[in-house]
Structures are given as C-alpha cells and as structure tokens.
C-alpha cells in the first residue's frame, strides 16, 4: 500500500488547498480543518510525501508549458495587444509596455545577448 492510498480525501484537498492558497492557514480554512488537525496532517510522513510529489508535479508541468513556447508566445502578444490598444487604459499600457522591457531585459541578461555585445 502506498502513501499516497493511506491519505483521506480531506487530506488530499489540504494538499489542494495548500498549493493553491497563499498561506496555510488560508488552506486550513478552505478545507475546514480543525487547527490542531490540520498541523498534525503537515508533520505526518505519508502527507509530507504526497504534498512534495504534487508540488514537484505542479512545478514540471509548468515548466513543460514554458519549454513548449506557446504560453510564453500568447503572454507576449497579449502584452503588446494591451500595450498597442491606443483606446485602452494608459496605465493599462505603460503596465504592459514595462513588463515587456523587464521581462526582455531579464532574459538578455540571463541567455546574453544573441548578437554579441553592441557597446565596445
């Protein structure tokens, strides 16, 4: 029997809800777990076990859809759709138009520049 088989389906949305909120103790209100119950779930092995496996799933997942492309693709175009839409909010614009620059900026400096270095 697995670790995974010997969970509850309550402790299996505590997982859920841990991933998915921004603290544990907005998961434990979202699965509505007694405090000391729920502290008991984070020290017990088989939850640990189970919660890093789908944090680690979640993780690879996310990192498949960035190396395919096509997210990083659409998120570019929505950016420049928002930045280029002339009847749409200015902040909207200058929001998108910044996150373009910072974006790109950072993966220069992280991947370098393809082209070699402009300032000699």
């Not at 175009?77 to 910072?102: H, I, P, S, Y």
Request: hydrophobic share 40%; charged share 35%; proline share 2%.
């Amino acid at each position: 029997m697995g670790e995974e088989e010997s969970l509850t389906v309550r402790q299996e949305r505590a997982i859920l809800a841990i991933l998915s909120t921004r603290s544990l103790e907005e998961a434990r209100r979202c699965v509505q777990a007694a405090k000391g119950t729920f502290y008991k779930w984070l020290k017990e092995p088989a939850f640990q076990a189970a919660l890093t496996r789908k944090r680690k799933e979640l993780v690879t997942d996310a990192f498949e859809k960035l190396k395919d492309g096509w997210v990083v693709t659409q998120a570019v175009n929505e950016l420049l759709e928002l930045m280029q839409d002339k009847a749409g909010d200015d902040g909207v614009r200058l929001r998108a138009a910044k996150t373009l620059l910072e974006r790109g900026l950072s993966v220069r400096t992280i991947v370098g520049d393809p082209e070699g270095s402009r300032a000699s």
